[in-house]
């Protein structure tokens, strides 16, 4: 027949044995955290990198389009330039002349 003591230890006994079982628990809980944690930062991470890539691939695209056009206009207004006549030159730089004489 069981004593009180020996019904208080074996009350013991189960109480630490919850406590030990529920520390575990919590360990476990911790570890399973720990990683849909990680997974979600891996997640995130990956997702920035995709649209930094993304951006910088628009952005190089839209600089190299931009660039184009720019240089298209350039060349354009040199060709422009360039057919200015000789003539048209001289009397042009003729009336400039005239102007700084009459200073």
Do not use: N, P
Not at 27 to 42: G, P, R, W
Not at 73 to 91: F, H, P, R
């Amino acid at each position: 027949m069981d004593t009180l003591i020996d019904k208080i230890l074996k009350l013991e006994t189960d109480a630490d044995a919850i406590v030990e079982k529920a520390h575990e628990d919590a360990k476990a809980l911790q570890k399973q955290t720990d990683a849909i944690v990680l997974a979600q930062q891996q997640e995130i991470a990956a997702s920035l990198d995709e649209r930094v890539e993304a951006f910088r691939k628009e952005a190089l695209e839209r600089y190299e389009s931009e660039t184009l056009q720019q240089k298209a206009a350039a060349e354009k207004s040199v060709g422009a330039l360039s057919q200015i006549s000789e003539d048209l030159i001289a009397q042009q730089r003729e009336k400039i002349v005239a102007k700084f004489r009459e200073i």
